[in-house]
T-cell receptor, first 114, second 116 residues
Framework: AQKITQTQPGMFVQEKEAVTLDCTYDTSDPSYGLFWYKQPSSGEMIFLIYQGSYDQQNATEGRYSLNFQKARKSANLVISASQLGDSAMYFCAMRREGGNKLVFGAGTILRVKS | DTEVTQTPKHLVMGMTNKKSLKCEQHMGHRAMYWYKQKAKKPPELMFVYSYEKLSINESVPSRFSPECPNSSLLNLHLHALQPEDSALYLC???????????????FGEGSWLTVV
């Protein structure tokens, strides 16, 4: 069985600073994908970034990067130069190769202060 | 902007009403999903359609009835709902149901449902 753990219920960050949102996972599958989604208060679930278990390099998408440490089973999201619009709920999720379901963590609420 | 569109954005319905939520995607995806999300919780999978056929029903009560008229459209018919069914309903799509681990699921903006 797969499990995602996000240990930070809420985080604050000062505008323009970087912030790291933690995500650890548990799976016995050798091939899997890790995803981060952002959900503002409006409700839309926005796909941010993907990391494959066999990818040698950490994924990056603009201000988002994924700090993937396979041996530690962690996939932390790093947001650089935080903006007020980054205030939202962030979900870490995973899907195994050949799997038909996305397993979500409990989420982390990020608040960016001006 | 999301490529998965949902209507209506907000819906208030009585417990005896019949209503429908609609979802459309134009990404050529062959898998479409309905999720239910309560406040401050992760989404919970309800139904999955693959190639217009129902592939997964997560033991959802029959008062929720999904329909996939074609590969781009997904409906969720609602009848005799309870107040505890009030939630955000998210539609999503992906290239296919079973595939590589990187088969990303893209979500719509959601429909906020309130049952009174």
């Amino acid at each position: 069985a797969q499990k995602i753990t996000q240990t930070q219920p809420g985080m604050f960050v000062q505008e323009k600073e970087a912030v790291t949102l933690d995500c650890t996972y548990d799976t016995s599958d050798p091939s899997y994908g890790l995803f981060w989604y952002k959900q503002p208060s409006s409700g839309e679930m926005i796909f941010l970034i993907y990391q494959g278990s066999y990818d040698q390099q950490n994924a990056t998408e603009g201000r988002y990067s994924l700090n993937f440490q396979k041996a530690r089973k962690s996939a932390n999201l790093v947001i650089s130069a935080s903006q007020l619009g980054d205030s939202a709920m962030y979900f870490c999720a995973m899907r195994r190769e050949g799997g038909n379901k996305l397993v979500f963590g409990a989420g982390t609420i990020l608040r960016v202060k001006s | 902007d999301t490529e998965v569109t949902q209507t209506p954005k907000h819906l208030v319905m009585g417990m005896t009403n019949k209503k429908s939520l609609k979802c459309e995607q134009h990404m050529g995806h062959r898998a479409m999903y309905w999720y239910k999300q309560k406040a401050k919780k992760p989404p919970e999978l309800m139904f999955v359609y693959s190639y217009e056929k129902l592939s997964i029903n997560e033991s959802v009560p029959s008062r929720f009835s999904p329909e996939c008229p074609n590969s781009s459209l997904l409906n969720l018919h609602l009848h005799a709902l309870q107040p505890e069914d009030s939630a955000l309903y998210l539609c999503a799509s992906s290239q296919d149901l079973i595939g590589s681990a990187g088969n990303t699921i893209y979500f719509g903006e959601g429909s906020w449902l309130t049952v009174v």
